[in-house]
């Protein structure tokens, strides 16, 4: 079916989950009790809210001022329901013996400790990576982890200098290191997996040798994380051919949600951002709808036709007609081999950066703005069920929906076509060369589907609920903080 031909049309995926409620921030498989601390804390801070968005002027800067000094207990009381909410946090917290601990140290409850697995850790895309992930930059800094660096065993030794520098960091967030060259240790209970390690396309290699030969490493991969990584495990896959790679991986972890599974696009989305702010010489910030659409590759679509600058369509701020066609999508698309034949190696801290970002966006959220990611096709816009396809999403609450009803011009329909049937091609041939028949992946979409419909939910793929504005980590931090002492 032809992609123009779904213009504008709207898929099943998002009707029956806007009411889903909210998810933990972290991900464990029980609830803990920080967990139960957080839920009570987040029923206070909506409360709160409520109480002052009575008042026509109320900014969300008003929230947070409503727990600081005085403002809090005038606020308590004139507010018995607020109140009871107070009442009913200390009753949780007085189940368990963490407060002790908070009042004699006075520091926060933080959460849980969270497992973070990089492969190809010892390389230039994961050496920019750890430390910023260890430093609490990805995941908070009220939020302990434990990174699991996986490279190969011949890398193992390698690793050893990178545990040390990480160490030697001292790093208030990084509760621990495991350094393997043993998927099965690596991937043993993670929360988050970013698979950065692939082997690169060489001199001389066909594209079938790399789809082969990277068929092989996510095969190995999926298996190990489906039987080791935690169930509620979120993957993003960086190393490349990223969306296919993701698709083997998803293939041999049966017992996982094929959403709980994505590839890399922001690096593409950034990349598209810094050339529009570049040109209109606004901030990226001001940017807002931009999208890629498709495969991690030449024939991606960067698309501006829905993007707004400081409030304005980007379509008609710039003046130069040709310079989406001539210019900025092909200075996008073809951004890694400029990045190569500059420094004679390819992109590395950016990529690092977008990785961590897509990562930090499906967590917390993106705020009702538009991102993109790879993720695993419901067959919107008439992309081919099953593979990851590049759309606009939002984020919230540890989950991704696709935007829906974006009017798709000829021009669009085009381009999307033209990625689709790269992505379908590529699944054609590595499921060939990865032993998955036809009616493996056609039953894995069925299953999730089928899923779907019973659940109306899946892991990794939670909405934006429209009842319950995101909280931000520190503030349900600082409102334990003024409860407790």
């Known amino acids: 079916m032809k992609l123009f ?17 909210g998810v933990s921030l972290y991900s464990t498989e029980t609830t ?43 606020l308590l009381s004139n507010n018995p329901d607020i109140l009871a909410a107070v009442y009913e946090f200390r009753k949780v917290v007085g189940q368990n013996s963490s407060h002790e601990k908070l009042l004699k140290l006075k520091q926060f409850a933080t959460a849980p400790p969270v497992r973070v697995a990089v492969t190809g850790a010892g390389g230039a895309i994961g050496y920019s990576l750890v430390f910023r992930i260890a430093s609490g930059e990805m995941l908070g800094s009220q939020q302990p982890v434990i990174l699991h660096l996986i490279d190969l065993p011949d890398q193992v030794k390698a690793l050893q200098g990178l545990v040390m520098e990480l160490q030697d960091c001292a790093f208030p967030t990084l509760a621990g290191i495991v350094a393997t060259g043993d998927p099965k240790e690596g991937f043993k209970g993670v929360d988050y997996a970013l698979l950065v390690g692939a082997k690169p396309r060489g001199p001389g290699m066909e594209r079938a040798d790399l789809l082969r030969d990277n068929g092989a490493i996510f095969k190995d991969q999926g298996k190990a994380i489906n039987d080791n990584a935690s169930k509620n495990v979120k993957v993003v896959v960086v190393g490349n051919p990223a969306n296919t790679n993701a698709w083997v991986a998803s293939q041999f972890a049966p017992d996982l949600s094929p959403t709980q599974f994505s590839a890399l696009t922001k690096l593409d989305h950034n990349r598209g ?15 807002e709808r931009f999208a ?40 996008v698309q073809d951004r890694g081999a400029a990045i190569i034949a500059a420094r004679g190696k390819s992109s590395a ?20 703005r538009w991102t993109s990611m790879a993720v695993y096709s419901d067959g919107s816009y008439g992309t081919e069920v099953g593979i990851y396809f590049s759309f606009p999403v939002v984020c919230s609450y540890g989950g991704y929906q696709i935007v829906q009803n974006i009017p798709i ?24 060369l990865v032993g998955v028949k036809r009616e493996q992946w056609e039953d894995t979409y069925k299953r999730w589907k089928t899923d779907f419909e019973k659940k109306g939910s899946m892991p990794g793929l939670y909405p934006p609920s429209i009842d319950q504005p995101l909280i931000a980590p520190h503030l349900i931090q ?5 409860i407790l002492l």
Request: with cysteine; proline share 2%.
């Open 273 to 287: 951002l810094a050339q529009i702010a570049a040109k209109k010489g606004c901030k990226v910030n001001d940017i």
């Open 409 to 432: 011009d000829p021009f669009s329909a085009k381009m999307l076509q033209k990625t689709n049937d790269e992505l379908v091609a590529e699944r054609d041939q590595v499921s060939k």
């Open 32 to 74: 803990s009790d920080a967990q139960k601390e957080d839920l009570a804390v987040r029923k206070i801070v909506q409360l709160t809210r409520s109480k002052l968005a009575e008042n026509k002027n109320f900014k969300e800067s008003d929230l947070e001022a409503a727990f600081s000094g005085s403002n809090f207990d005038k």
């Open 292 to 331: 890629i659409w498709g495969n991690h590759s030449k024939t991606q679509y960067p698309d501006i036709s829905h993007t707004l600058v400081k409030g304005a369509w980007a379509k008609d701020l710039i003046e130069d007609k040709e310079w989406k066609e001539k210019h900025f999508m092909p200075t």
């Open 478 to 482: 600082k409102v334990k903080f003024r």
């Open 5 to 21: 031909s779904k213009l504008a049309r709207s898929k099943g995926i998002s009707k029956n989950i806007w009411k889903r409620q």
């Open 349 to 368: 801290a950016s990529a690092g950066n977008a990785a961590l970002e897509h990562i930090q966006e499906w967590a917390y959220g993106t705020n009702d």
